[in-house]
């Protein structure tokens, strides 16, 4: 048996920044427009997939990120930076390919059906949108939305990421704290992060009811439901994850 | 269908419990013996996709909202956090029984916070996130057995969490739970037709971590038998049962030929 208190005690602050991670997250699944099976149709504005997949898809993205920089640089700027511009990219990868092939592919023009005009271009929506659907393809204002959601969940990836790490590399007495190269516990830590950033945006995506345009939805005013869904859910998730990574410190990385 | 017999969920828990619990834990204390005797863990694995799979049935039959993959999703993502939580504790053969208990413990949180705080309407929520991640728990135990030979929290973290092997368990795993539904979801839905389905996905779940298995030539060649037999019996009994639920099979012959066309 390992010594819980003593893993858990010294490392109180990145439980905190765990649950702040998983928090960000949820909140930045309501950025990101999924449009679920009707917009694979092309009947419903956003990408034709669901939450999770394009959640999961920028979260995985940005712990790559992390991890890249991790084993560079260690400074929290960086890192937590280098997850959220991973999973920006990613997203915004994902939805210039998806305007080109909504607009050259199924022929749709972008068009959002929640609001008349466009928030940021100023554009006519309302005239554009094809009997019987709810828009199509990805309209700046969702476009701007998703990155800005990529930032965040990214953000909140890079975060958990970051605190496991410090967790695992912590000198607790009586062993030789590990490298951040250690593979074992960046796999351990990745592992985590993964399975935490899946239910951090399951949790929301039930929120949302599986489809959201971006911030100009009226679905988005939900987001503090998720929040704190996601911060209660996320203070047992980091004890256990601190719990399991400091375990692997304490047998010395194996 | 309606004169068709449906398993209670009752029935089903306990055969993934039951069957989960006793191939892991038959893997985890004959594997000294043998290492071939870690095939338990594999059937156990299989057991815990099949009633994984039929907990997916009921909760997503109310409609979630957000596809049937974000469920099986979030089981394998609760059952990766208890399972490392509990082999890392060093507790020896309680270490999976632990796993089993905190994803259940975590499914029971998740669940009540859906219901009471993002105010899901599902009345067995609760009951089916505990169960989905006890069952992926399982699954994750029985196959991570498989490739590593143990469940030794140093060596599950080096045989399948660094080399990757634990996302294969992750996606493979979560297409025996989530992906039998998602085909079969509908007003003709059978529950013996989804369940073969499982079962066969498991046994594509099972030669893939056998193939990945390091416990020995013995180890590698009876899994992936157990493997390629389970899923060739189930894929049968599946077409089976396809047929039997069909209006009508009908042969639409090959594509005309160029001739033909003109």
């Known amino acids: ?254 | 269908m309606s004169e068709h017999k449906v398993i209670p969920p009752n029935t089903l828990a306990a055969f993934g419990v039951v069957g989960g619990l006793a191939g892991v834990y038959l893997a985890y204390f004959l594997k000294d013996m043998n290492s071939v005797f870690v095939f338990f863990g594999a059937i156990g694995a299989i057991c815990a996709a099949v009633w994984g799979a039929d907990v997916v049935r009921r909760v997503a039959s109310y409609g979630l909202g957000t596809g049937v993959p974000s469920i099986g999703m979030l089981a394998l993502g609760m059952g990766i956090i208890a399972v490392l939580f509990g082999l890392s504790l060093g507790l020896g053969p309680a270490g999976p029984f632990v796993a089993f208990l905190a994803s259940c413990v975590i499914g029971a949180i998740i669940g009540i916070i859906s219901v009471k705080v993002v105010g899901m309407t599902i009345p067995i929520m609760v009951r089916a996130t505990t169960e989905i991640a006890g069952a992926g728990a399982l699954l994750i135990l029985g196959l991570s057995i498989v490739i590593a030979g143990s469940l030794d929290y140093a060596i599950v973290v080096k045989e399948v969490v660094t080399t990757g092997f634990i996302m294969l368990i992750y996606i493979a795993g979560g297409m025996a739970m989530l992906h039998p539904h998602n085909s079969n979801l509908g007003p003709d839905e059978t529950q013996d037709r989804l369940l073969a389905l499982s079962a066969e996905k498991a046994g594509i779940a099972v030669v893939l971590s056998g193939f990945a298995s390091v416990a020995g030539m013995g180890a590698i060649a009876v899994t992936m038998l157990i493997g390629i037999f389970t899923w060739y019996y189930f894929f049968g009994k599946y077409y089976g049962f396809v047929k039997r639920d069909a209006y009508k099979v009908v042969d639409i012959g090959m594509l005309p030929t160029e001739e033909e066309m003109a």
């Open chain 1, 1 to 254: 048996m390992i010594d819980i208190v003593g893993v858990i005690a010294p490392n109180l602050l990145w439980i905190l920044a765990i649950v702040i991670g998983g928090t960000l997250i949820s909140i930045s699944v309501h950025f990101i427009p999924v449009g679920g099976a009707p917009a694979a149709m092309a009947q419903a504005t956003g990408i034709g997939t669901g939450t999770v997949m394009l959640a999961a898809g920028a979260g995985i993205a940005g712990i790559i990120a992390a991890g890249a920089v991790m084993s560079r640089n260690q400074d929290f700027g960086v890192v937590v930076g280098a997850a959220a511009v991973g999973a920006a990219v990613m997203l915004a990868a994902t939805m210039i390919v998806g305007t080109w092939i909504y607009a050259y592919g199924v022929g749709v023009m972008p068009v959002s059906a929640k609001v008349k005009y466009d928030p940021i271009t100023k554009y006519r929506q309302d005239l554009y949108v094809s009997q019987g659907t709810e828009g199509h393809g990805i309209p700046t204002v969702t476009y701007v939305s998703s990155t800005i959601g990529g930032l965040m969940g990214g953000l909140g990836a890079g975060l958990a990421y970051y605190a496991l790490m410090m967790v695992g590399t912590y000198p607790y007495a009586g062993v030789t704290p590990l490298e951040v190269e250690n593979l074992n516990l960046v796999g351990v830590v990745a592992s985590f992060v993964i399975g935490f950033f899946f239910i951090n945006s399951v949790i929301p995506s039930y929120n949302i009811v599986g489809t959201i345009e971006g911030f100009h939805d009226p679905k988005f005013k939900r987001w503090p439901k998720a929040a704190v869904a996601s911060f209660i859910a996320s203070i047992p998730l980091a004890i256990v994850a601190v719990v399991a990574v400091g375990a692997l410190a304490l047998v010395g990385g194996l």
